[in-house]
């Protein structure tokens, strides 16, 4: 990382954020800072913290219209200059991740303090005072800031509410039962594995969670291992964006899932609110219109009688009343009806691009990152090194790190030596690794074993290549679709492990790929 580009990284931090002003004041010595503007502004920052308890943000242009009568050379004052034009386009405090900014400024102020203590010695050797140089190398101690320390458990309210807000704020939530099954892994700091067979659903949910989480003003990036190229996932995000296809057998009437009550569908509900008056599938097995393909031995209604259903009930309302009334749903049972789709045109690159530039969708697209290799050239050093081009060269720190998938990723230089098995666990150790040190959250997709193709739904014993990748995440969701459950427009999400629950939660997705969605509601 350039140097100087590294320097104003720390001098903008330390304008716009007081966290990271708080904790970077015990390590920091300015001195080490090469350029003389950069230790001037720190300088003046850090005496107004040590005044104020706060950054300066907005304060800074006043602070320096009043520093700028004290004899400030022209290429300082150029350099100070730069750095609050850029603030209003860069660097708002909520868009510095300031753990791993702190990281960053740890490394470099050690290297800086290498790099002097070493040029000390040796102009001390230069001078004939070889004595002295020994002495100067073996007095170093790296710059360290405190990251970890012996303490009275349970004596600081701040952590003990950290340790419980962090749970209750995942970085992507999703709304319903999904978001019950997934949300308590989604968080900053944590490394998820999405399981599924193949083509069953991995990168369509990678991506609506890329969405969402840009969407919120997050950065997320999508690592592409191969199984995709550039044009086919960004054609996948157009049809996501513009909610239709652009193949004509797509573009028809189109039958899209949407939330409804079983005894709706029965005419079995008597609350006063209910939004029909008849149900048109009085006379069915509740299980059979719930589309239990998890018992074999039962009847599923299949997604033809479902849409000839639909056809033959057009004045039929869905209803989920009783979801939206009572937190714990009161009598609702969830399952689907369908919405009719009259015909569109077939989407085009053109709309797409349109659509891109819209104001709606480019603030959202600006805060995403795609970046493809070929199958079986990208690694995880590599994905580390890629993250550190992209802060260096866009200042993009991402919050959300996606990786698509696990299984062809190649094995680091480190580990070739290693049997297969052991090369994909030293996989999983390294998204872990990734996840903290970057303070992201990391998803990674892995393909269950041949035997999950006979299971109804994904387990623990369902892992491909080595079961310890089970434990190196802090859960592992599952994606669970049969061929049947495809065209009816359903799959089942599982939390086969999570480190905070039992696990074992079920939740019926509904979706529509035709339109590129994954996830248009979810229940139980």
């Not at 022209?74 to 100070?80: D, I, L, N, R, S």
């Not at 405090?93 to 290297?111: F, P």
């Not at 219109?289 to 599923?300: T, V």
């Not at 995403?368 to 050093?381: D, P």
Request: some cysteine; hydrophobic content about 35%.
């Amino acid at each position: 990382m350039d140097d100087g580009y590294m320097e104003r990284r720390i001098v903008i931090g330390l304008i716009t954020c007081t966290e990271y002003c708080k904790q970077v004041e015990s390590f920091l010595n300015i001195s080490w800072l090469q350029a003389s503007a950069a230790r001037l502004v720190a300088t003046w920052v850090l005496d107004y913290y040590r005044n104020y308890g706060t950054a300066p943000k907005s304060e800074m242009e006043a602070i320096y219209s009043e520093k700028i009568n004290e004899h400030i050379d022209e290429e300082t004052a150029k350099w100070v200059e730069e750095i609050l034009e850029s603030l209003s386009e860069e660097s708002q405090e909520e868009d510095i991740n300031v753990e791993y900014l702190l990281d960053q400024t740890e490394k470099y102020l050690e290297r800086r303090q290498i790099q002097e203590q070493t040029e000390q010695a040796q102009a001390e050797i230069d001078s004939g005072n070889q004595e002295e140089a020994r002495k100067l190398l073996e007095s170093y101690k790296p710059v360290q800031r405190v990251q970890s320390e012996a303490v009275i458990p349970l004596s600081d309210p701040a952590i003990i509410k950290k340790g419980f807000t962090d749970m209750a704020d995942p970085l992507i939530r999703y709304p319903g039962a999904a978001g019950q099954v997934m949300n308590r892994a989604l968080c900053r700091e944590r490394a998820v594995g999405i399981m599924a067979q193949n083509k069953g659903g991995k990168t369509f949910l990678m991506m609506d969670m890329i969405w969402r989480c840009a969407e919120e003003g997050n950065q997320a990036v999508l690592f592409q291992a191969g199984d995709m190229s550039r044009d086919q996932q960004e054609r996948r995000l157009g049809i996501y964006l513009a909610g239709k296809s652009d193949l004509p057998e797509y573009c028809g009437y189109l039958y899209i899932p949407v939330l409804d009550c079983v005894w709706n569908q029965l005419n079995e509900c008597d609350s006063p609110e209910r939004e029909c008056d008849f149900g048109p599938l009085e006379g069915k097995d509740p299980e059979e219109i719930r589309g239990s393909i998890m018992d074999k031995s039962k009847k599923f209604l299949t997604a033809s009688e479902l849409k000839r259903t639909v056809r033959d009930n057009t004045d039929y309302v869905p209803c989920y009343r009783c979801l939206t009334n009572n937190e714990k749903g009161g009598n609702f049972l969830g399952t689907i009806w369908y919405e009719i789709r009259d015909p569109v045109s077939p989407l085009t690159w053109k709309e797409v691009y349109k659509l891109s530039k819209t104001r709606r969708y480019s603030n959202i697209l600006k805060n995403i990152r795609l970046i493809t290799y070929s199958n079986e050239t990208l690694n995880m050093s590599m994905i580390d090194a890629e993250l550190d081009r992209l802060d260096r060269v866009e200042g993009f720190q991402p919050s959300f790190i996606g990786i698509d998938y696990g299984d062809i990723l190649a094995p680091d230089r480190d580990t070739l030596r290693m049997d297969l098995r052991e090369q994909d666990n030293k996989k999983w150790q390294r998204a872990r690794k990734l996840s903290q040190n970057r303070k992201a959250l990391v998803a990674m997709g892995t393909q269950a074993n041949a035997q999950s193709f006979e299971a109804p739904l994904l387990k623990k014993d369902h892992f491909s290549e080595n079961r310890r990748k089970l434990d190196h995440v802090e859960a592992m969701i599952g994606i669970n679709m049969t061929a049947a459950e495809k065209k009816k427009g359903i799959m089942r999400l599982n939390d086969i492990a999570e480190r905070e629950t039992e696990g074992g939660n079920v939740a019926t997705v509904f979706n529509c790929l035709q339109m590129g969605r994954p996830f248009l509601g979810s229940y139980f």
